[in-house]
């Protein structure tokens, strides 16, 4: 089954400021590690909310406004992508991810075909 | 609040994932890899123990390992207490007992990647019958339960069980070297691991009836192992190119089957459906097979073929005459009729029936074939879009009188009555 760990933003990510070499160390043997392990899918990390867009639907009408957005809490910074057998194993993956400073990430289990097969039957 | 239950949960998820690794370790330590799952099994037992109070430790898979060494020295102090005891009495057996527990301190040590593939190709090694690797691969590599390999092959728990006791006595009593074999041998061991991981995939993707979700569960085990193989050895073209044959056909795997379980062909499938990011990572270890000069590899040939189904955005759109050429290597370096009549396939796509037919009349008189429905199906059909109906009727209900599969013996027959 597949999650994705969504890493949400800080004041730091929102600022453009980079991560510190030692941090981006310690990252990169995290992901080294889920990629050992062969669950890493994919993985990425998202430039500030400055560089974004919003887009909201309402009928015929699209409002659009550019970024960055305020809220920094609700936006996000970046993501993994990862197969794995359980919500306990991923959620041991989540616990191993190197932050240390008021990070916070949310897990999200990804829906499958076979799970809109199921919705489809019902 | 978490309850007890989900703190041991948590824990043996942790565990789960450090076991492979552990095992291997605790196997290059011991040289036996029952006592070395045994060990494991202490390391966990002393986790839940101490870990509800202490909390997950920063490097789990160090203390679990740290833990394990610490029983593994016990283990061997009181083999050597009771053999000094029996040398006591006066029975004289030589013992090389203290030796093995000096090297037991630096011996955990070392690369623990080099012993994951040492541990993988011991457990698909040929001396072993071919489902008792399998089953070995699953709980050693995999970290699967007795009852969930039982479950994904439909076997009874018990038999799964003394499949992998005499799987590891076998090994014990032949001495297999806890080793990646080098030269000539490296070759044909490596072959049997890939065909370990591909019958794997292949027996949770054959099966169409998906009622029990261990069977798909064993595509995702095999192709996690196959990426964890290409991790450990990155230069062998053919683990990327088995790689990325199980990405490539994992991407259809939602597609493959309509609401009620009944199989789609890849012709009709809703290409929508195939997962593009599965795709694009099969293509990527594709590439990779290929710049390490293997794109003639059984297994590359084969992903090549995949990869041509999933490059093309409508069934219209497939790239025939590269198949037909994919396949006609794939003949050369493995011969194979029934290769041969996947060719014939392609060819009728490619250039039309009466091509194809040629090439099937040069393999329909092959013993390996005789009672492969599959060939007069595809004779069939040939022969009907070639207007022949008599003969083609004659063809489908051979084939139709081979098949063990229900619905496909009513599809044979109505395709009989209509010519």
């Known amino acids: 089954m597949r999650f994705m760990i969504l890493v949400k933003a800080t004041p730091e990510t929102e600022a453009g400021i980079m991560p510190t070499a030692s941090a981006f160390a310690a ?12 669950v890493l899918l994919h993985c990425e990390g998202l430039m500030a909310s400055s560089q974004g867009t919003r887009l909201r639907f309402d009928g015929e009408r699209i409002t659009v406004t550019e970024g960055p957005f305020t809220q920094t809490r609700e936006l996000l910074c970046g993501f993994w992508l990862i197969d794995v057998k359980s919500h306990e194993e991923a959620l041991a993956w989540c616990r191993r991810i190197p932050f240390d400073n008021g990070e916070e990430i949310e897990l999200r289990q990804v829906f499958e075909t076979a799970d809109f097969a199921v919705n489809a039957v019902a | 609040m978490t309850s007890q239950s989900d703190t041991h949960r948590a824990i043996t998820a942790v565990w789960k994932l450090e076991q492979p690794r552990l095992i291997a370790g605790l196997t290059r330590m011991v040289r036996d890899i029952s006592l070395a799952e045994e060990l494991a099994q202490d390391a966990l037992v002393i986790a839940l ?53 000096e ?221 037909v050429a994919l396949y006609a290597t794939l003949a050369q370096v493995t011969p194979s009729p029934v290769i041969e009549l996947n060719r014939a396939v392609a060819i009728s796509m490619a250039e039309g029936p009466a091509a194809a037919l040629v090439l099937i009349d040069t393999i329909k008189d092959d013993p390996a074939l005789k009672n492969y429905h599959l060939l007069y199906g595809v004779r069939g059909d040939m022969l ?34 209509a010519g």
């Open chain 1, 27 to 38: 990252m990169e043997e995290y992901n080294e590690a889920l990629i050992d392990a062969g």
């Open chain 2, 49 to 101: 123990k101490t870990w509800p109070d202490s909390g997950v430790p920063k490097n789990p898979g160090a203390w679990l390992t740290q833990t394990a060494k610490r029983r593994a020295i016990d283990y061997f102090r009181h083999k050597k207490m009771a053999a000094t005891k029996l040398v006591e009495v006066g029975h004289g057996i030589e013992t090389d007992i203290p030796d093995q527990i």
């Open chain 2, 103 to 323: 090297t037991l301190h630096d011996a955990m040590d070392d690369d623990v990647g080099d012993d994951l593939l040492r541990l993988i190709f011991t457990s698909c090694h040929p001396i072993l019958p071919a489902e008792s690797r399998v089953a070995l691969t699953l709980r050693l590599l995999g970290g699967l339960t007795t009852e969930e390999i039982a479950r994904a092959f439909l076997a009874a728990e018990p038999t799964i069980g003394q499949r992998i006791v005499r799987a590891k006595k076998t090994i014990a009593e032949a001495n297999i070297p806890f080793e990646v074999p080098r030269g000539p041998e490296r070759a044909e061991r490596l072959a049997s691991v890939l065909g370990v991981l591909y019958l794997i995939f292949n027996e949770g993707y054959s099966a169409t009836a998906g009622d029990d979700w261990m069977r798909p569960q064993l595509c995702e085990e095999a192709t996690r192992l196959g990426r964890v193989l290409a991790r450990l050895a990155p230069d062998e073209p053919e683990v990327h190119a088995l790689v990325a044959l199980m990405e490539i056909q994992s991407s259809r795997l939602g597609a493959r089957t309509d609401a009620k379980g009944h199989p789609i062909l890849l012709q009709d499938q809703d290409r929508a459906h195939w997962d593009q990011l599965l795709i694009r990572r099969g293509l990527a270890a594709l590439a990779r097979a290929e710049e390490l000069g293997g794109a003639n590899g059984p297994y590359a040939l084969q992903a090549a073929i995949a990869a041509c189904h999933a490059r093309a955005r409508h069934a219209q759109d497939t790239d025939w005459p590269r198949i």
């Open chain 2, 384 to 417: 009907s879009k070639l207007g022949r109906h008599t003969e083609a009727m004659l063809e489908f209900r051979r084939a139709a009188q081979l098949t063990h599969n229900e619905r496909e013996k009513t599809y044979l027959l109505n395709r009989a009555e």
